[in-house]
């Protein structure tokens, strides 16, 4: 399993070609980091076959990548919870369940709930959080 920090103090969205929202743990480069990346053609027949067809999440530095698989997603109380199915979380280095410390300003915060209601909810239905609450 690969490492991931338990206090995330920087978040940001990128709205261009693809809808991002992302967490990282510091601004400093090359600082760890999660994306989370909208569904952008759930209806692209080889999309579906490769079973892309829906949100992806994205660990740097190392680029791990893995399409779906966040089972459950909260924010509460100034902490970002996440439960991944096993194969994503192995995929992605980090543990099936994984909490985060959100050190994040007010606008980051509300910003960082709205991008994942997004891109959670984005693409193949079977791969939507059972639980989601941001």
């Not at 990346?37 to 067809?53: N, V």
């Not at 991944?84 to 543990?95: K, S």
């Amino acid at each position: 399993m690969g490492w991931a920090p338990d206090v995330l103090r920087d978040a940001g969205e990128d709205d261009g070609d693809v809808y991002v929202v992302g967490v990282r743990e510091s601004t400093d480069p090359g600082s760890w980091s999660l994306l989370f990346m909208e569904c952008l053609d759930a209806d692209d027949e080889q999309d579906i076959e490769l079973g892309m067809d829906t949100y992806c999440l994205v660990v740097d530095p190392g680029q791990a990548t893995h399409y779906g698989g966040v089972r459950e997603c909260g924010i509460t109380g100034g902490e970002l919870r996440l439960v991944f199915a096993e194969d994503a979380a192995a995929t992605l280095g980090l543990p099936v369940e994984k909490r985060f410390v959100l050190d994040l300003p007010a606008q980051q915060l509300e910003l960082l709930g709205r991008g994942l209601s997004r891109v959670l909810t984005s693409g193949r239905r079977d791969a939507v959080p059972h639980r989601l609450e941001v």
